[in-house]
Nanobody, 125 residues
Framework: QVQLVESGGGLAQAGGSLRLSCAASRGTFSTYGAGWFRQAPGKEREFVAAISRDGTFTNVADSVKGRFTISRDNAKNMVYLQMNTLKPEDTAVYYC??????????????????WGQGTQVTVSS
């Protein structure tokens, strides 16, 4: 089964950019749909973006639409989240997730069975 490791989090100023990476191992990554979720202190984990197995289709949450972009490189077993025009409310732990059951772009937390350990993103005003 696939294992996921996130990287690229850190501190950014409002209006700045960060790029998160998710490295997948122990599985044929091209058979998994992938997504990014985030969890702010005291809040539930929420959907951010998701991408289909071959990268053709994507979906992003309304709160980040036009600012965040999800992409993947199956040859490198990687998924990325490019975050631009960051806002303080983007501060959260960001999690990479993968699922092998659904052919479409899955956006619900319960649809994902594999999770990374998370990476902290902090945006200062």
């Amino acid at each position: 089964q696939v294992q996921l490791v996130e990287s690229g989090g850190g501190l950014a100023q409002a209006g700045g950019s960060l790029r998160l990476s998710c490295a997948a191992s122990r599985g044929t990554f091209s058979t998994y749909g992938a997504g990014w979720f985030r969890q702010a202190p005291g809040k539930e984990r929420e959907f951010v973006a998701a991408i289909s197995r071959d990268g053709t289709f994507t979906n992003v949450a309304d709160s980040v639409k036009g600012r965040f972009t999800i992409s993947r490189d199956n040859a490198k077993n990687m998924v990325y989240l490019q975050m631009n025009t960051l806002k303080p409310e983007d501060t959260a732990v960001y999690y990479c997730a993968a699922q092998s059951h659904f052919d479409y772009v899955a956006s619900r937390l319960a649809q994902y069975g594999y999770w990374g350990q998370g990476t902290q993103v902090t945006v200062s005003s």
